[in-house]
């Protein structure tokens, strides 16, 4: 005969059975729970010297941008950095001051967003691949700064235009750190009347809702 299972035994046999059934329907693996998906917009702060001086010139919180896609089942996001690069989106967002993002997407985007120009907007994004940041924030292909990657993806696969184009002198440039920068960059050439686009410019567009933020 044998002797009688002792409670304690008992309890510890309960729970080994409650965390195998919770592996088992949840799974153990630390992907990023999100309602976000391709064709999204996706908005941080950091702090680097220029994104604080981007934030005074554009009175916003947000300094650098990139644009989620779905490749082979997973959530990458397409940013310009040195250089442009794709980067798994839960590492984009650890990247960000305090984890912190914002989430924006297209109005109408199940009806725009087809298969289609998702797949257009894969391949135009997979030819800045590589490109070199443009720290003078030209209005040219040949080096490319974050928001004008995402706005020139869009516009490109869609014809759609996130956020209006403005100029440097739109900005507010009379912070010193701004100051600074410019005249690291310029000297006394500030070309004031280039075309920009900028985070704070694509945030407040009125052609994207909000999705989601942490």
Sequence with gaps: ???????????????AVVFITITLLFGCSEELETSIQSGDIIFQSTNSRQCKAVKLAT??????V???????????VYEAVQPVKMTPLADWIRHGQGGHYVVKRLKNADEILTSAVLSDMEDIANGYLGKNYDIYFEWS?????????V??????ATGIEIGNLETLKDF??????VQSIMEER???????????ISPA??????KLVLIEQK
């Design 186 to 196: 310029y000297g006394n050439d500030i070309p004031l009347d280039e075309d920009v």
């Design 141 to 149: 292909d040949e080096k490319i700064y974050c928001s004008e990657l």
């Design 172 to 177: 507010d440039l009379s912070s010193n750190s």
């Design 201 to 206: 410019g694509m945030f407040k567009s009125e």
């Design 1 to 15: 005969m044998t002797d009688p299972i002792h409670p304690f035994k008992m309890h510890l046999k309960k729970l």
């Design 66 to 76: 990139g644009i989620v896609l779905e490749i082979d089942g997973e959530l990458i």
């Design 151 to 156: 706005w020139k993806i869009y516009k490109e």
């Design 59 to 64: 009175k916003s919180k947000y300094s650098h």
